[in-house]
């Protein structure tokens, strides 16, 4: 199956990207993974993109796309893939559609996850990651350390970064609201779209996930 997955920051795409491509045996290929692998190996794109995150500028579409399209281009990506953060706008759609149509080969779903916009500002707003060791995260609601402000593993001391800030969130959800939830509307006058709560235990929504692209893949 190829797929695009599209939800809001905090909707859990990273989590459910992982448990959906393990399930499908397909590559979870993220934006962040491909700038990451772009740039620690040098690649004429990683060069590209370096340069402009340096001097605090975006990265245009056409460097995410090429990067895309190399990693989309591997042999463990024939049978499928699942995209993460890419298209993340009507622009990037286009030129996905155009690659995967001069390749002969279409997407299958775009798999919509769907969260409301308050629960996003909780989730996000509300992690408390350690300082000592950014991996130990808490949450003020959903997983408390047994001592307030104090990391259950090492001790360390639990804080809030910038961007989890209840500002920046509502922030970034502006963006995503103008840049990339128009993608859903393109690809549903494609019948593309398969939308499922991500509210709920982490198995839960990868079932319901699963559930509906297999009834979506059966022609509903």
């Given at each position: 199956?190829r797929?695009?997955l599209v939800?809001?920051?905090?909707?859990?795409k990273g989590?459910?990207a992982?448990?959906?491509?393990?399930?499908?045996s397909?590559?979870h290929?993220s934006t962040?993974?491909?700038?990451r692998?772009?740039?620690?190996?040098?690649?004429e794109?990683?060069k590209?993109?370096?340069?402009y995150?340096?001097?605090?500028n975006?990265?245009?579409?056409?460097?995410?796309?090429?990067?895309?399209?190399?990693?989309?281009?591997?042999?463990?990506?024939e049978g499928?893939?699942?995209?993460?953060?890419f298209?993340?706008n009507?622009?990037?759609?286009e030129?996905?559609?155009?690659?995967?149509?001069?390749?002969s080969?279409?997407?299958?779903?775009?798999?919509?996850?769907?969260?409301p916009?308050?629960?996003?500002?909780?989730?996000?707003?509300?992690?408390?990651?350690?300082?000592k060791?950014?991996?130990?995260?808490?949450?003020?609601?959903?997983?408390?350390?047994?001592?307030?402000?104090?990391c259950?593993?090492?001790?360390?001391?639990?804080?809030?970064?910038d961007?989890?800030?209840e500002?920046?969130v509502?922030?970034?959800?502006e963006?995503?609201?103008?840049?990339?939830?128009?993608?859903?509307?393109?690809?549903?006058?494609?019948?593309l779209?398969?939308?499922?709560?991500?509210?709920?235990?982490v198995?839960e929504?990868?079932?319901?996930?699963m559930?509906?692209l297999?009834?979506?893949?059966d022609?509903k």
């Open positions: 199956m797929i695009v939800g809001p920051p905090g909707a859990g989590t459910q992982a448990f959906l491509a393990k399930n499908l397909i590559p290929i962040g993974d491909l700038f692998a772009n740039i620690s190996q040098q690649t794109l990683g590209l993109a370096k340069s995150m340096d001097a605090g975006l990265v245009p579409d056409e460097v995410t796309i090429g990067m895309a399209k190399d990693r989309m281009e591997k042999p463990d990506a499928g893939f699942l995209l993460d953060g298209p993340r009507v622009s990037q759609a030129a996905l559609d155009e690659m995967l149509q001069s390749e080969m279409k997407l299958d779903a775009v798999l919509d996850l769907e969260v916009e308050e629960e996003v500002v909780k989730r996000i707003a509300g992690r408390r990651i350690c300082r060791d950014s991996s130990h995260v808490f949450h003020v609601t959903y997983s408390q350390p047994k001592k307030e402000g104090v259950d593993v090492c001790g360390g001391e639990l804080y809030q970064r961007d989890d800030s500002e920046t509502r922030k970034r959800l963006v995503y609201h103008t840049q990339t939830e128009p993608i859903i509307d393109y690809y549903k006058t494609q019948g779209v398969v939308t499922i709560s991500a509210l709920g235990k198995e929504v990868t079932a319901r996930a559930e509906a297999q009834r979506d893949g022609g």
